[in-house]
Each structure stands twice: as C-alpha cells, then as structure tokens.
C-alpha cells in the first residue's frame, strides 16, 4: 500500500474505529443498524423472521432509542399473545416458536434501554419469555448458576442427544447475553452434533445490578464456569471447546494463554480475536469527543454509551478509558489450536488486531478465515451470516475433535 493510501486508512480507522457494518441495511444510526441486522439474523434460529423485524423498524424514529424499546417491546407482547393463545388449543410447539420470537423481541427492546432498572426490567420479560420458549419447546436445557465473587454467573447448558459430544462454551461479548447467544450460535451448534454451554461474565446480561463488571483477567470468570461444566455436566478435559464473539474475543484470548484452562480446551475460536480492548476504547472514546463537537449524538448512540459505561464499572466518560485499560492478552502465551475469523466489514483497528494476534501467537495449528462481502458475512462476528458463523466454527472442530461427517 502506498504512503498516501496507508495514511488515508489510518485515518479512517481512528476516525471510525467501532464501525461493524460495511454497508447500512436499514438505519442511518450505525448502532441501531447493526443491531437491526442482529435482530434479523436470529429468524433462522428461531427469533423474529424478516419480514417481522422489517414491521418493527418501521415502527421506529431513526436514532431514537425510546422508539426502539417501544416497537420491539410491543412486538414482544403481540408475540406472548400469540403464544398463549397457542397454547390454549393445545399447539405446544408452535406456542413455543411464538414464545421465543416474543423473547427475540424483548431482547432487542433492551439494547437501547438506560442503565438501571429500565435496563432490568427489559431484560426480565426477556428472561421469562425464554424460559418458557424452552420449556415449551422442550429443548435439552438445563440452567445453572456459576458462583463467583461472592455472586453468581448465570447460564445454560443444553445436552446433546449423544452422551459423548464435545462440549463448546460460547462466551459473548460487550452486547450479549447468554440467552440470544442460543440463536446467535448455540441452536446450529447443537444441531450439528455438539453440546453447547453459554454463560454471562461479568459485565453481560444483567450482572451489572450485581456490581459484576468487565474484567481484564477473563480468565478468571471463564476458569469458573468450566469447573461448573465439568463437575455438574461431565464435561471431559480435552473434549471441550471455546468460543468467543465481539468482546467475547478478548475473553477467550485470555483464557487460551492460561495454563491451567489451556488443559481443559482442545481449541480456542473467536470472531474476531481481539487482544486489546484498551486501544480501541480509547480510540473510540477520542473519535466520540471529536464527532460530538461537530453534531450531538442521537440519543441512541448516548444510551449506548452509558450502557457501555456501566459494563465497565464507570460513571463517566473520562473513568471509562482507565476502567478498561488493563484489557490486553498476550499472544506468545497461546499454544492452543485456534481459528481466527474476521469480517472484512469490521474496522481497520478490529482487523489490525486479528491479523497481527494470529501472527504472532505460538500455535502451531492455527488457521485465519477472512469473510468478504460476497460471503454475505462481512458484518462484525457475522450479524449477518450467523450460519456462516456456524459452518466456519464446526468445520474446525470437527478436524479437531476428529470426527468424521456423513
């Protein structure tokens, strides 16, 4: 690349360091379009088809996070509605297909919610809707709680008709929770032969109420919900496992470099590996006061700072940087086979990283898969190719844990 393109893109990417998207799909908000996108991508695993969503968001302002909550919330209820009057003729199943859009529903209703109790209250009428889609559907779900500082990490593990399937524990990231990562990953996971555990770390779902926040050691939280695993649900060291996304991917990165969990894991996956958080929170953090300074932000951008903010443990926007500052992992620690997946959607810095994180660690099995445009899963941790996703991650696997396909 010439020195003059090579600055352009520098530029670029400190000046849109968190972009996920390379195209818009519906909004004009970067934000509410990729999680527009995120919506739409878990019909196929059981939340709300297209042409759903597309009703939804025409029912909502651009950039205005009150009129999110309020389309996606309603959709919600519509849809428990529908699944209660299902389950009053005796339509079980289809009652619980309604019952876990209603629970897509919801779930989204809260990406654009304050932090605190309206935050909370969102996330419990998503948290009935899927256990109830669960019970109705009568999926192989146990849920479990990881005790950890002195608190608990919430999950759950769904078994697998054949007794001895690996095991994958799917980490999520800065926007998750464990219960969308069921339609993000865990339902094909299953389907193709693998049991699939799922839990929040600190900072996800709805541990902030706890005063659970993001931290740097990820190592430690993941350490305890894989004792959990393997003591409660028999999984086999070895025989497991692990899967980050979006921030999940810094997660996980930090758990291949330890030794003791490196033990436990016979590969690591994330999409995208992402080693150091610190540099793009600040990064974004600097971007933000510079396009602040020239427009203020919608206020769904503002919610989703505050959101941001309160995962990290921090009151402001100034305690936000320090708070995340220690969130680097060390790739000359990773021995383990792993596979690096990137969008080619996700901004330089995300790219920057993954490339030089599969560069340098110490793995002698390790592969890295990039997803163009044309794949149709470019967007960040493939919002818009979950399958894709899936495919990538089984495929290695399988070679992995070698295990022969039909």
């Known amino acids: 690349m010439s020195t003059r393109l090579q600055t352009a893109a520098n530029v670029a990417a400190e000046s849109h360091p968190s972009q996920r998207l390379s195209r818009k799909y519906c909004f004009d908000d970067p934000d509410m379009d990729l999680f527009f996108m995120a919506a739409a991508s878990w019909g196929?695993?059981?939340?709300?088809?297209?042409?759903?969503v597309y009703y939804v968001a025409s029912q909502i302002a651009d950039g205005d996070g009150d009129s999110w909550m309020k389309a996606f919330s309603e959709y919600g209820d519509a849809m428990?509605?529908?699944?209660?009057?299902?389950?009053?003729?005796?339509?079980?199943?289809?009652?619980?297909?309604?019952?876990?859009?209603?629970?897509?529903?919801?779930?989204?209703a809260w990406q654009f919610a304050a932090p605190g109790e309206a935050f909370a209250r969102m996330v419990a009428r998503h948290k009935r809707a899927f256990a109830q889609a669960v019970d109705e559907q009568r999926?192989?779900?146990?849920?479990?709680?990881?005790?950890?500082?002195?608190?608990?990490?919430?999950?759950v593990f769904f078994q697998n008709e054949d007794a001895n399937a690996p095991v994958v524990l799917?980490?999520?990231?800065?926007?998750?929770?464990?219960?969308?990562?069921?339609?993000?990953l865990g339902r094909n996971l299953l389907a193709r032969g693998y049991s699939v555990a799922i839990a929040d770390l600190p900072g996800q779902g709805i541990t902030m109420m706890d005063d659970l926040y993001w931290e740097a050691e990820a190592e430690k939280p993941i350490a305890a919900v894989?004792?959990?695993?393997v003591e409660r649900f028999g999984a086999k060291p070895g025989r497991m496992a692990l899967i980050g996304l979006s921030?999940?991917?810094?997660?996980v990165a930090r758990a291949?470099?330890?030794?003791?969990?490196?033990?436990?894991?016979a590969t690591v996956i994330a999409s995208t590996p992402f080693p150091n958080p610190a540099q793009l929170f600040a990064l974004s953090a600097k971007a933000a006061v510079e396009a602040d300074s020239k427009a203020a932000p919608t206020p769904a951008a503002m919610r989703s700072r505050m959101v941001s903010m309160w995962k990290a443990g921090a009151k402001t926007r100034e305690e936000f940087v320090p708070k995340t500052a220690g969130m680097v992992a060390d790739p000359t620690r990773v021995t383990l086979p792993f596979l690096s997946i990137l969008g080619a959607g996700d901004s330089q810095v995300f790219a920057r990283q993954a490339q030089t994180w599969h560069e340098q660690i110490r793995s002698t099995k390790k592969s890295f898969v990039l997803l163009d445009a044309a794949s149709g899963a470019d967007g960040?941790?493939?919002?818009?190719?979950?399958?894709?996703?899936?495919?990538?991650?089984?495929?290695?696997?399988?070679?992995?844990?070698?295990?022969?396909?039909?």
């Open 247 to 251: 921030l999940g991917g810094y997660f």
């Open 256 to 265: 291949a470099g330890d030794a003791a969990l490196s033990e436990h894991f």
């Open 170 to 184: 799917v980490i999520g990231g800065a926007d998750t929770c464990f219960e969308d990562l069921y339609l993000s």
């Open 139 to 155: 999926l192989p779900a146990t849920f479990f709680q990881v005790p950890y500082a002195g608190k608990a990490l919430p999950g």
């Open 226 to 229: 894989t004792k959990l695993l």
């Open 44 to 52: 196929p695993s059981g939340g709300l088809d297209l042409g759903q």
């Open 380 to 406: 960040h941790v493939q919002v818009n190719n979950r399958l894709r996703l899936c495919q990538e991650c089984v495929g290695w696997m399988d070679q992995i844990f070698d295990r022969s396909q039909a």
């Open 80 to 108: 428990n509605a529908q699944a209660d009057a299902w389950l009053e003729k005796g339509w079980r199943r289809e009652a619980g297909e309604a019952r876990m859009k209603a629970f897509a529903a919801y779930r989204s």
